[in-house]
C-alpha cells in the first residue's frame, strides 16, 4: 500500500510550481499559454487556497483578453467557494468598468475595499465612481483613505493588507521587521498592536498603543485604537478617560460623543449613556449603529420594549441589517411578523447582502422559525449561519485539547499542596464557570439578589492574565501553564492582589461579588493558586442541551468552538474532561450546580449555593426576578421571569440532526445523564 505522505507529497509541489508559471507568463502577457495552464490544474484536486488563486488567475487572465463574461462567470464561481477574497471584488468592479457598468463596478470595488482597506486601486477608482454618483462623503472618505495608504512606507502597506487578509503570523514578521529598524514608527506600532488584538493578545497592544498616546499625544487614530482596546478589554475607567480627552479636542463630534457613552454603559452607568445616546441621534437621526448601541443598552437595563423600537428602527433605516434582526431575535422572546420574517428570507439569499449580515440573517431566521415549531425550515437556518460564521474563525479543536492535557498535566495536587496557604486571601469572587447556555446567568442572577453580593459581568481578569503567563508569543507553543511550577509566593500574591484591584471599579460595595467569565472553567487552577479563598460554582446543564443552545446562539466575540456541532461537542468532552480533574485534584473547591436540577427545585439549590459560599438565606434569592440591575448576557430577559421548564428540552425537537454532536459527546459523557 502507498502511504498517503507518498500520494501528497508529490502533488503539491507540482501544482504550486504550475500557480508560479501561471503568474509568470501572465506578467509577460502571455496570456493564452497561462490560460491553458490554469484551466488544466482547474481539472485536477487542488487544495482550497491553490484553487482559489488559480480561478483568480485565471479570471485576470480572462479580462486582460477582453473575455469580459467569462472573467466574471469564473470570479462568481470564486467568491462562491471563498466569500471573504478581496481581490476577487476588486477584480470583479475591473470586469464591470470594463462593460460599462458603473454601479455594479462600485459595489464591487466597496466590498473589496470592506474585506481588505489596503487595496489601493480599489480606493482609487472608489473615489472617482462616488464622485460621478454625487456621493460626496464616501468620495471624501475613499480619498482620506487613499491618501493615508500612500502615505505608507510600502512595507506596511503590505502588513496592512496582510493582516485583513488573515495572515497574522506574516504580518507580524514583517511589521517587527520594520519595527526594528523604525523603533517608534507610530503606523507600524498601531499595525503591530492591531495584529494583536486580532490573535487575542491584549497585553502587548495596549503598551504599544499606550506607548502611541505618550509619544504622539496629538495623534488622534491611535488614542482611537487605544481607546477601542480599553472598551473591549472591559477597562472601562481608562476608556472613559481617553473617550474625554477625544471629546476636549472636538466636542461636537458625534463618534467621541457615541464613545463616551459607550464607557458609561461599561461602567455601569447605563442610564447616562442612553441619555448620551439619544443626543447624538437627535443630531444624526438616521444612523442605524446608533439605534442598535441604543437598543443594546436598553436590553442591559431591562427596558425591553424600548430596546425592540431601537433594533426595529435600525432595520428601518438599513434593511438589510443582519444584526438588527439578530438583536431582536437575541431578546429570546421577540415574535417576528410575517412581513419581518418574509424580509429576513429575502435579504439573506440576495447577492448584495455582506457575509455577515447574512450570518446575522440566517440565525435570525432560525430561531423565527422555531417559533413558529417549523423545526425542519429552523435547523437548515442555523446550519447554514453556523457554516458561514466557522469560515470567519480560527477554532481548531486540537490545540484546545492540548491545552486541556496541559492543565491536567501541570496542575497536579503536588503543585497545590507546594502552594498551600499562598496567594491573595481576599474571599471576595464567585466564580461562575462552565459553558455558555448553561444556566449561568441565572445563578449570577440568584446571587446578585443577595444583599451581600454584586452581580458584575463576565471579567476577561483572568484571560488576560493566562494570557500575559502564555509569553510574548503569538506561536502555539506555551508557558502557560507549565510556568505555573515557577512562579514565587510573592507573585501569586501579587497577581491575585491585582485582579481584586481592578475589579472593584465594577462593584458596589458588597463584599463579595461574581465573575461569571464561563471561560474560566480552564484556569480554576490558576484561581486556586492566586486567590485560595473565592468560591467557583461549575454552572452545568444536560449536554445536548446546553451543547444545542450554544449552536443555535451566535456571540458577539469569542466562542469559536459553538459554531459547529461536532467543535461543540468535543468542546463539552474536553470541558467535563478537565473539570473531572478538578474534582480530584482540589477537591471541594468547585460546587456543581446542575441547571435541571435548579429547574425543579429552586429553594433546595439556592439553599446549597449559599451555604457554599458562606452566605445567609435570604428570601430575595427565590424571587430573583424582581432584582433590578444591568445584565449582558443573551439570557438577561429569561432571567428577569420566575423560574420555567419550558427550555430544558427544546433540543430534542432537533433531536434527528443531532448525531454528530452525540458522537462528539461520546458516550461516557452522554452517560452521566439519564434523561
Known amino acids: 500500500m502507498i502511504s498517503t505522505d507518498s500520494t501528497l507529497q508529490p502533488e503539491v509541489k507540482p501544482h504550486t510550481e504550475s500557480l508560479e508559471q501561471a503568474r509568470d507568463l501572465i506578467q509577460g502577457t502571455r496570456f493564452s499559454e497561462a490560460a491553458a495552464i490554469l484551466r488544466t490544474l482547474l481539472e485536477t484536486p487542488l487544495s482550497h487556497e491553490n484553487e482559489v ?10 479580462r486582460y483578453t477582453r473575455q469580459h463574461d467569462r472573467a466574471l462567470q469564473t470570479l462568481k464561481a470564486l467568491v462562491t467557494k471563498d466569500p471573504g477574497y478581496a481581490r476577487a471584488y476588486q477584480e470583479q468592479g475591473h470586469s464591470y468598468l470594463a462593460v460599462n457598468e458603473p454601479g455594479s463596478a462600485q459595489h464591487a470595488y466597496a466590498r473589496a475595499v470592506e474585506l481588505n482597506p489596503a487595496l489601493l486601486a480599489s480606493w482609487r477608482v472608489l473615489a472617482g465612481l462616488y464622485d460621478r454618483a454625487g456621493l460626496q462623503q464616501e468620495a471624501a472618505r475613499a480619498r482620506r483613505q487613499l491618501t493615508f495608504l500612500e502615505s505608507l512606507p510600502a512595507e506596511l502597506v503590505s502588513v496592512y493588507s496582510l493582516l485583513h487578509q488573515d495572515k497574522l503570523r506574516k504580518a507580524e514578521r514583517l511589521c517587527r521587521d520594520y519595527l526594528q529598524r523604525n523603533k517608534h514608527h507610530i503606523e507600524g506600532m498601531r499595525l503591530l498592536a492591531q495584529i494583536g ?9 495596549e503598551f504599544l498603543l499606550e506607548s502611541c498616546v505618550e509619544l504622539h499625544p496629538e495623534h488622534i487614530p491611535a488614542r482611537i485604537d487605544y481607546r477601542n482596546l480599553l472598551l473591549r ?41 442612553i441619555v448620551r445616546y439619544r443626543q447624538v441621534l437627535a443630531n444624526d437621526p438616521e444612523n442605524a449603529r446608533l439605534h442598535m448601541l441604543l437598543g443594546h443598552a436598553l436590553k442591559t437595563t431591562g427596558a425591553f420594549s424600548d430596546a425592540i423600537e431601537a433594533y426595529r428602527a435600525a432595520y428601518g433605516i438599513r434593511a438589510q441589517y443582519g444584526d ?69 474563525v480560527r477554532y481548531k479543536d486540537a490545540y484546545y485539547q492540548s491545552r486541556i492535557e496541559a492543565q491536567i498535566d501541570v496542575c497536579t495536587a503536588e503543585l497545590f499542596e507546594q502552594h498551600q496557604g499562598v496567594g491573595y486571601d481576599a474571599p471576595d469572587p464567585i466564580f461562575i464557570v462552565g459553558l455558555p447556555r448553561s444556566g449561568s446567568t441565572l445563578l449570577e442572577q440568584i ?47 501579587r497577581f491575585g492582589e491585582r485582579y481584586i484591584e481592578n475589579t472593584r471599579v465594577l462593584r458596589a460595595g458588597a463584599p463579595f461579588f461574581t465573575d461569571k467569565m464561563p471561560n474560566n472553567f480552564l484556569h480554576i487552577g490558576l484561581i486556586r493558586l492566586i486567590l485560595p479563598n473565592a468560591k467557583v460554582i461549575d454552572a452545568r446543564r444536560h449536554p445536548m442541551a446546553c451543547c444545542f443552545s450554544g ?9 469559536e468552538f459553538t459554531y459547529g456541532l461536532h467543535e461543540i461537542g468535543r468542546y463539552f468532552e474536553g470541558y467535563v474532561r478537565v473539570m473531572d480533574h478538578w474534582d480530584r485534584v482540589l477537591p471541594g473547591f468547585v460546587l456543581r450546580v446542575v441547571h435541571e436540577n435548579v429547574v425543579e427545585d429552586l429553594e433546595g439549590q439556592v439553599r446549597r449555593i449559599l451555604e457554599f459560599c458562606n452566605l445567609p438565606f435570604e428570601e430575595s434569592c427565590l424571587h430573583y426576578y424582581k432584582t433590578q440591575r444591568n445584565i449582558r448576557t443573551p439570557s438577561s430577559e429569561q432571567v428577569k421571569q420566575p423560574i420555567y421548564r419550558s427550555a430544558v428540552e427544546q433540543w430534542r425537537n432537533y433531536e434527528k440532526h443531532l448525531q454528530p454532536l452525540r458522537d462528539a459527546l461520546g458516550p461516557d459523557v452522554l452517560a452521566r445523564y439519564t434523561n
Not at 490573535?199 to 497592544?205: A, F, M, N, T
Open 447 to 493: 446571587l446578585a439578589s443577595h444583599s451581600m453580593v454584586d452581580g458584575t459581568m463576565e471579567l476577561h481578569d483572568i484571560l488576560s492574565l493566562a494570557q500575559r503567563l502564555h509569553g510574548r508569543t503569538v506561536k502555539r507553543t506555551s508557558r502557560y501553564p507549565a510556568i505555573l511550577r515557577e512562579l514565587d509566593d510573592h507573585n501569586l500574591q
Open 324 to 392: 438588527a434582526f439578530w438583536s431582536l431575535a437575541n431578546t429570546k422572546t421577540y415574535e417576528f411578523t410575517k412581513t419581518e420574517l418574509s424580509r429576513i428570507v429575502e435579504y439573506e439569499q440576495a447577492d448584495a447582502t455582506s457575509v455577515e449580515d447574512r450570518i446575522h440573517l440566517c440565525f435570525a431566521a432560525g430561531k423565527a422559525h422555531e417559533d413558529r415549531k417549523e423545526y425542519e425550515t429552523s435547523f437548515a437556518y442555523y446550519e447554514r449561519g453556523n457554516a458561514l460564521k466557522q469560515e470567519q
Open 197 to 205: 488584538v486580532r490573535l487575542q493578545i491584549y497585553d502587548d497592544p
Open 551 to 559: 449552536f443555535k446562539q451566535l456571540f458577539g466575540e469569542g466562542q
Open 53 to 62: 488563486e488559480a480561478l483568480y488567475m485565471l479570471a485576470v487572465v480572462q
Open 233 to 273: 478589554t472591559q477597562k472601562f475607567e481608562k476608556a472613559h478617560e481617553q473617550a474625554q480627552i477625544l471629546l476636549e479636542t472636538a466636542p461636537d463630534n458625534p463618534a467621541y460623543q457615541t464613545t463616551l457613552a459607550d464607557a458609561l454603559v461599561g461602567l455601569g452607568k447605563s442610564e447616562e449613556g
